[in-house]
């Protein structure tokens, strides 16, 4: 397995001494074999801890697929469905106005034609959210901070709920596609339709039976944190230290990026879903969560954030077809802005996460070569 993964290993030590980014920790499966790799350090500083298996990262919206898992769990048992309306649980949202066009004036708003329901909220298709061009809906969601940003929302779930349902939808429910804002409304509805907190429900279905202990909102285990950069001309810039915002539970446990993990327990779960979900969920669960669930038309706007050749799920993105060599029909996960990564690969057979502390630029300032190395190891 060692020399199956010698390339995996080059790829990301000459990024490290590039200096593209301070270190990394990777968990892959590629022919039946698992393994483990890291390189680097936990900052800029070359006195700095060096990374391993237990070093921590704020995974971001590696944190949505998880969302998915236990949004499918709480389906499954018949807590909530899809096609509910969220009005039942976030009351704040029951009446919605909708923009007569995505960047028309916040007072120019026609009626609701339908509810937004679960499923809404898990595409992205509910109105709420953010695209890639600047709007008034898009200025308003900044000066009210419920913009999505690298760090947490500084508000309780709560607030923010009612801060986002003051706002018009872009689009009446279904008709488009836009990001994150969604899933954190969904977080919300998850913990009251449980009567518990995000955490509490994580612990119970996921984290706890996949035994992931150092999964979580914040830890208190800052030794083990690494600190998170963001690019600049000037090369890596400090974004948050080990003992941030994150050495202490939130205010705010989102659902659409808030947790710290290690490589070893994110690959836990993204393995876990790929050998058919059991025990969090049922194959056919899986599948529906992994499978497209967007239109052409939401197909379209989607495609700057997940890219050519992909489309979205239950809370994740899906490969539709081969539009770069490392993708494949079938192929699923998502990235996260912190610097970190995770695939499923049914067509290869491969599991791939990668946990890195330099912060994504843009959608598509990702991980290509990582995934071209773990293709060809397959």
Known sequence: MAERLESVRRVLDAQVAAGRMPGYVAAVRAGGEEQVI?????AVEPDSTLMDDDTLFRIASVTKPMGGALTLSLVQDGVIALEDPIARWLPEAEHPRVLVAPDA???????????????????????WGVGVTGTRL????????VHPGPLPTPMSGDEFVAAVAALPLAFQPGDGWLYDTSINLLGVLLARAAGTSLSDLFAERITGPLDMTSTGFGTPHVERMAAAYLPTADGLQLLDPPDGVYAAPPTFEELSGGLVSTAGDVFRFYRTMADGGAPLLTRKSVGLMTADALTDAQRDQALPFVGPGRSWGLATAVDLDAAQPWMA??????????GTSARVD???GTVGV??????MTGPQDGFDDFWTAVAESA
């Open 38 to 42: 890291a390189g680097g350090r936990t």
């Open 105 to 127: 004036p916040l007072d120019r708003t026609t009626g609701v034609q339908r509810p937004v329901t679960v499923r809404h909220l898990l595409t992205c298709t509910s109105g």
């Open 138 to 145: 898009r200025t308003a969601m900044t000066e009210r901070g």
């Open 329 to 338: 029909p079938g192929r699923w996960g998502w990235d996260g802005g912190t």
């Open 346 to 348: 049914p067509a290869r």
């Open 354 to 359: 990668l946990m890195t502390q330099r912060g």
